[in-house]
């Protein structure tokens, strides 16, 4: 049974100390190394990990807490902080990963923590190196850079706006419309392709030299260890590519044919990015609009809709369009109050409900593991399913909800 907990903007936050923790890490490895029975190593195991999940914690509360105002000067100079030592924060626990890896209590570990946390110590301590610090620090301030350039203000219409706002206009049933609302986008992205571009390659620089330095030939296959690939190589990747050529490719040619004949176009272009002549139009929007969505989940789960419920009540949800902000929609999880957090920009449009069911999939897929987690002692390195794991979640959530939301809309 759910429970209204915490609001999302009062939960305690601090910066946490490096070298205490160093201490506190190293003196609890030290005992881990000494520990002669398998009660003793679970004890500081779980100690080990609690240390961690705080720091996975704090890091992503300030993180959070950036997306959805840039401007909060307080958590700026946090994310500053944790971009400049998460890297060597996670770099505190590969001995734990060293000792635990090829511990005789192994076997007996598997009771308690879930199987593939040994896979993913592995492919962690591959790409785990004091040699790469320095380009993870500066790829953390690359990436900053990248979503603040994002949140830059836009000519359109006569005034300076945001992306998000913009975006609302790319489904507009006025194919007029649409063109100048993409062509204000790629105005901006011509104005500031220099500042892009020398983000873009010297991500590129720094991504491929730290892959080099820890002994792979390049960032691609040092991204197969990164983005947790268990199980396949780029062998099945280039199979799994051919068969979407194969396969998907023509499906695809085919609806766009399709789509030529509903908008009576004798040409698509890159701005006619709607498929129907009538759009569908929502009754509702903002916080209407989610009370809505809220009603519509208890049709087709009552935890799903209580979770929705607290999320919304409690600012673990936050989907106010706002200057300050970042463009795109992303779901975090907290790894001590055990709670999911949905950020985002409406956008006024029907998008905005596929946003919404997409982002509850994530949501609720957290909430589920974090139900089932209590069971087992689980590392941040299981925070999040894999990417190709992850979107089954969200997706599926999309399509189940779909007839129940069907209230929301004004059109059929």
């Known amino acids: 049974m759910l429970v209204l907990g915490k609001n999302f903007n009062n939960l305690n936050y601090e910066r946490i100390s490096y070298e205490k923790t160093k201490k506190e890490v190293n003196d609890f490895v030290h005992e881990l190394k000494k520990a002669d029975n398998y009660e003793s190593f679970l004890l500081f195991c779980k100690k080990i990990i609690s240390i961690q999940n705080h720091i996975e914690e704090m890091y992503d509360y300030a993180d959070i ?86 949140q830059k203000k836009i000519q359109f219409e006569g005034k300076n ?94 609806l766009k044919e399709w789509q030529k004949e509903e908008l009576s176009l004798n040409q698509l272009e890159y701005y006619d990015t709607i ?26 789960d009552g935890e799903l809709a209580s979770l929705f419920s607290i999320m919304l009540q409690s600012n673990y949800m936050d989907l106010e369009q706002r200057e300050n902000k970042v463009t795109f929609a992303i779901t975090n999880y907290l790894t001590e109050t055990c709670m999911p957090v949905i950020t985002g920009n409406f956008k006024n449009t029907y998008e905005d409900v596929k946003t919404i069911t997409h982002e509850m999939g994530h949501a609720f897929q957290k909430y589920c593991a974090s139900i089932k987690d209590q069971e087992y002692l689980v590392s941040p390195l299981l925070k999040y399913p894999t990417m190709e794991i992850a979107e089954m979640f969200s997706y599926a959530m999309e399509l189940l909800s779909m007839k129940a939301l069907e209230n929301v809309f004004a059109t059929k």
């Open 65 to 150: 807490r950036n997306m959805r105002d840039s401007s909060d000067m307080f958590f700026s100079k946090e994310l500053e902080y944790w971009n400049m030592y998460k890297p060597k924060f996670d770099l505190l626990f590969v001995p734990f990963y060293e000792i635990v890896i090829v511990s005789p209590y192994k076997t007996r570990l598997l009771e308690i923590v879930p199987s593939n946390f040994f896979t993913s110590v592995e492919f962690q301590l591959k790409i785990s190196n004091d040699v790469i610090v320095g380009l993870q620090q500066k790829e953390n301030e690359l990436k900053n850079q990248y979503r603040l350039l994002k």
């Open 161 to 254: 706006t945001t992306y998000s706002y913009i975006a609302g206009f790319f489904t507009n049933k006025n194919r007029r419309v649409r063109k100048n609302a993409q062509e204000a986008i790629n105005d901006y992205y011509y104005a500031n392709q220099e500042e892009y571009d020398k983000i873009l390659y010297d991500l590129v620089l720094v991504r491929n030299e730290m892959a080099q330095k820890l002994g792979f030939a390049n960032y691609v296959t040092y991204s197969l260890c990164r983005l947790k690939r268990f199980g396949y190589d780029y062998e099945n990747i280039a199979q799994f590519r051919n068969n979407i050529n194969r396969y998907v490719s023509p499906i695809v040619k085919k």
């Open 275 to 300: 498929f129907f002549s009538e759009m569908p139009k929502l009754k509702y929007s903002n916080v209407e609009l989610l009370q809505e969505i809220e009603k519509s989940f208890s049709k087709v």
